[in-house]
């Protein structure tokens, strides 16, 4: 087995409204990263997939549960001494306004992280920005401009390569390409894929794009109100999922071949709008939209069983009880 870089265990983070309500954001989230892998997190708006990565680099301190990254609790033991001072856990977010500055020259955004992490002369910080761009493909020229003068794609790697001069070991990708132009976007994930072959990074690429992680996911899982739905190799994902909402989400895809559209499940309509956070619905909180729905998921909600090898499903259909009571329904 390889080394687990990141331990989420039964991860909250919860958001008191002030008038007595709560958004559960992120409602006991269980999940691990493999080093050097691609674990794919995804979901729709505003199911809790940012409030993860914002919870994960400290941004957000949790309500309660685990973030063990190479072994420590960074809840419990404080996020600064890895994240500040070492840089090894880097986030890049969907629009890269926001970690580079408008009113300054690309080298002076990079320039932060350096002078941050490394007492560097000025000859040699500008030697790193170069080739820090050069890794990401773009001209080490690219140092003298303003970020508007570079197009959307070209922006987002200089995020990456912002994000590289720490020389981290794990990056999480928040929707990194959903901002940008379709045609532009498959330069963005390449960069990224080779970057991670050449640097063996481990990243957690969240995105609403399932049909993304078909090609970049090493794992995929499936996150809804919070919680998650289902987790598995890319592959089994694809090929065999078993959560009725990773199901409907499948089956709503569009794909390139007709043996794609073969292996497809059939063409489940979505029920109903995702609920509130602040209100979700008892038991199962995937009820209210399930087509498979038993009198068992409006009031106890289900935990994820391991079905097979690092396949783990969320329902109530896939636990003991749930087999039973769908046997005896074939029975009637
Ligand atoms: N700072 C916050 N205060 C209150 N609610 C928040 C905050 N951040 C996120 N939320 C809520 O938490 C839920 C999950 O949001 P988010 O993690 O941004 O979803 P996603 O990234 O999957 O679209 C949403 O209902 C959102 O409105
Ligand atoms: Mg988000």
Known sequence: MPEKILEIKD?????????GQTVKAV??????????????LVGESGCGKSTIAYTVVGMYGATDGEVCYKGTDLVKKGYKRTLRQKGEIQIVFQDPGS?????RTIEKSMQVPLDIHDKMSKEKKQARIESLLEEVGLPKEYKNKMPRNIGGGERQLVSVARALATNPELIILDEPTSALDVSVQAKVINTLIELQKELELSYLFITHDLSLMRNVATRVAIL????LCELAPTKEFFDAPLHPYTQMLLSSIPVATE???AMKP????????IPSPVNAPSGCTFHTRCRDCMDICKVEAPTMTEIGPEHFV???KFAKHGLEEQKEAQEE
Do not use: W
Not at 11 to 19: A, D, H, S, V
Not at 266 to 273: A, H, K, L, W
């Open 259 to 261: 043996e794609e559209e």
């Open 224 to 227: 809804y109100l919070g919680r």
């Open 99 to 103: 970690s580079l500055n408008a009113r």
């Open 314 to 316: 969320c329902c109530h």
């Open 266 to 273: 059939e063409q489940i309509t979505s029920q109903g709008e």
């Open 11 to 19: 991860l909250k983070k919860y958001f008191p409204l002030g008038n």
């Open 27 to 40: 409602d006991g989230v269980s999940m691990d990263l493999y080093k050097g892998e691609t674990l794919g």
